[in-house]
């Protein structure tokens, strides 16, 4: 397994943010999908989502989440690409409630 660009995850910040959870409880669930499909399921699911309708969220989560899960080692995305999946940095576990446990190697960090 090799090495997470960031020691740790800054849960205060990082995935405390609801939407940030959502979808990486969706694409933990999922595998890879295209951007836009993950933005109509954000949209869809249910538990005080911030967007209203998939435009907004395509855009929020190529200029916002995708570039910070992705600094953080945490989803694989490049700005242009249209698919999006969990790292295999990390093993990440999500439950209904979109509680989300990432591990880098021995270190877990949760929200």
Known sequence: MSSPR???VDSSELLTHGDRRRLCS???ASGS???SVLAERLVDRAGGSTFDDPTAARIALRHNHLPRLRDRG???YEPGDEFVSITDQVTFEA???DLVT???GSHVAGA
């Open 26 to 28: 969706i694409l933990a």
């Open 33 to 35: 999908l295209p951007i």
């Open 95 to 97: 439950d209904d409630a």
């Open 6 to 8: 960031w020691p740790a």
């Open 102 to 104: 990432v591990v880098y």
């Open 74 to 76: 945490i989803v694989d």
